[in-house]
Protein backbone atom coordinates (compact mmCIF):
# COMPACT_ATOMS: atom_id res chain seq x y z
CA UNK A 1 0.00 0.00 0.00
CA UNK A 2 1.28 3.62 -1.01
CA UNK A 3 1.56 6.12 1.98
CA UNK A 4 2.88 9.23 2.24
CA UNK A 5 3.26 11.05 5.35
CA UNK A 6 3.64 15.24 5.42
CA UNK A 7 5.06 16.59 8.13
CA UNK A 8 7.16 19.48 9.12
CA UNK A 9 4.58 22.44 9.20
CA UNK A 10 4.03 25.15 11.71
CA UNK A 11 3.95 28.55 12.43
CA UNK A 12 6.48 30.86 11.73
CA UNK A 13 7.40 34.82 11.39
CA UNK A 14 7.50 36.33 7.63
CA UNK A 15 11.21 36.01 6.37
CA UNK A 16 11.72 32.38 8.38
CA UNK A 17 12.02 29.13 7.08
CA UNK A 18 10.50 25.79 7.67
CA UNK A 19 11.73 22.06 6.31
CA UNK A 20 8.55 19.94 5.33
CA UNK A 21 8.96 16.15 5.22
CA UNK A 22 7.48 13.29 2.85
CA UNK A 23 8.00 10.30 4.45
CA UNK A 24 6.76 7.72 1.84
CA UNK A 25 6.68 4.06 1.80
CA UNK A 26 4.94 0.94 -0.27
CA UNK A 27 6.24 1.48 -3.12
CA UNK A 28 9.80 1.92 -5.24
CA UNK A 29 10.92 5.06 -4.00
CA UNK A 30 13.97 5.42 -6.66
CA UNK A 31 11.36 5.16 -9.65
CA UNK A 32 9.07 7.43 -8.55
CA UNK A 33 8.32 11.57 -8.84
CA UNK A 34 7.47 13.44 -5.69
CA UNK A 35 5.23 16.42 -5.78
CA UNK A 36 4.38 18.81 -3.32
CA UNK A 37 1.39 21.00 -3.73
CA UNK A 38 -0.34 23.52 -1.57
CA UNK A 39 -3.49 25.06 -1.20
CA UNK A 40 -4.80 28.00 0.73
CA UNK A 41 -8.23 28.79 2.08
CA UNK A 42 -10.84 29.92 -1.11
CA UNK A 43 -7.96 28.99 -3.40
CA UNK A 44 -6.70 26.06 -5.85
CA UNK A 45 -4.38 23.79 -5.10
CA UNK A 46 -0.85 24.65 -6.96
CA UNK A 47 2.14 22.64 -7.29
CA UNK A 48 5.07 23.92 -5.99
CA UNK A 49 7.87 21.60 -6.72
CA UNK A 50 8.83 17.89 -7.89
CA UNK A 51 11.65 15.69 -7.90
CA UNK A 52 12.01 12.88 -9.75
CA UNK A 53 14.15 10.07 -7.72
CA UNK A 54 14.71 8.62 -10.88
CA UNK A 55 16.69 11.12 -12.75
CA UNK A 56 17.12 13.67 -10.43
CA UNK A 57 15.14 16.16 -12.37
CA UNK A 58 13.35 18.88 -10.29
CA UNK A 59 10.92 21.76 -10.72
CA UNK A 60 9.58 24.82 -9.16
CA UNK A 61 6.73 27.24 -9.11
CA UNK A 62 7.96 30.56 -9.98
CA UNK A 63 6.20 31.89 -7.14
CA UNK A 64 8.60 29.76 -4.91
CA UNK A 65 12.00 29.46 -6.99
CA UNK A 66 15.02 31.11 -5.37
CA UNK A 67 13.16 30.38 -2.27
CA UNK A 68 12.05 26.62 -1.46
CA UNK A 69 14.39 23.92 -2.52
CA UNK A 70 13.60 20.61 -3.00
CA UNK A 71 15.59 17.62 -2.31
CA UNK A 72 15.41 13.61 -1.39
CA UNK A 73 17.12 11.13 0.83
CA UNK A 74 16.34 7.63 -1.04
CA UNK A 75 18.01 5.89 2.12
CA UNK A 76 15.56 7.17 4.46
CA UNK A 77 12.87 7.09 1.56
CA UNK A 78 11.80 10.65 2.09
CA UNK A 79 11.69 14.03 -0.20
CA UNK A 80 12.41 17.57 1.81
CA UNK A 81 10.91 20.57 1.19
CA UNK A 82 13.47 23.40 2.37
CA UNK A 83 11.41 26.66 2.47
CA UNK A 84 13.26 29.78 2.98
CA UNK A 85 12.38 33.78 3.34
CA UNK A 86 8.77 32.62 3.79
CA UNK A 87 5.82 35.32 2.92
CA UNK A 88 2.53 35.62 3.99
CA UNK A 89 1.04 34.24 1.07
CA UNK A 90 2.95 30.68 1.18
CA UNK A 91 0.49 30.15 3.81
CA UNK A 92 -1.45 26.57 2.95
CA UNK A 93 -1.74 23.27 3.59
CA UNK A 94 1.03 21.28 1.76
CA UNK A 95 0.95 18.24 0.75
CA UNK A 96 3.24 15.91 -1.07
CA UNK A 97 2.13 13.14 -3.79
CA UNK A 98 3.89 10.34 -5.69
CA UNK A 99 3.86 8.51 -8.92
CA UNK A 100 5.86 7.52 -11.86
CA UNK A 101 7.01 9.85 -14.86
CA UNK A 102 8.45 13.00 -15.23
CA UNK A 103 8.94 15.66 -12.79
CA UNK A 104 7.07 19.12 -13.65
CA UNK A 105 4.44 21.29 -12.51
CA UNK A 106 1.10 20.63 -13.49
CA UNK A 107 1.42 17.31 -13.89
CA UNK A 108 -1.18 14.50 -12.47
CA UNK A 109 -0.46 12.35 -9.26
CA UNK A 110 -2.17 8.73 -8.41
CA UNK A 111 -1.00 9.21 -5.04
CA UNK A 112 -1.28 11.50 -2.23
CA UNK A 113 -0.22 12.10 1.42
CA UNK A 114 -2.24 14.29 4.00
CA UNK A 115 -1.56 17.40 4.41
CA UNK A 116 0.43 19.83 6.94
CA UNK A 117 -0.66 23.31 7.44
CA UNK A 118 2.00 26.16 7.31
CA UNK A 119 0.96 29.33 8.79
CA UNK A 120 3.02 32.67 8.22
CA UNK A 121 2.65 35.72 10.31
CA UNK A 122 3.61 38.81 8.99
Known amino acids: EVQLQASGGGLVQAGGSLRLSCAAS????????IGWFRQAPGKEREGVSC????????DYADSVKGRFTIFSDNAKNTVYLQMNSLKPEDMAVYYC???????????????WGQGTQVTVSS
Open 97 to 111: AADLGDCYIGRHYDY
Open 26 to 33: GFSFDDYT
Open 51 to 58: ISNDVGTK
